[in-house]
């Protein structure tokens, strides 16, 4: 199977975005699909989180209080993110590209 990527004209868009039910941390996510996908998520308060990829940390913070953070990350196609999270679990949404 040919590399695909985003802007490819014959890749095409999956439909709706989808919620991703959390686990227990650390939670992997993992793109098991032939696209790109953007894993939307939300950090609660109070919470010390991090995201990596291939062992490298690509989001790591602690939200101050009355506060969440969102954040963007891309998962190509095999590809996988590690959510590490204190407390309450992210909010995670996965679109497909």
Known sequence: MAHRAVGDRDVNVAGAPQAVAAT????TYSNNGPNTELIYFTVPTGVTATVARGGVTLFSLLTPAATTVMGVALVPPGGSLVFTYSAGAPTLTRDVL
């Open 24 to 27: 227990a941390s650390p939670m």
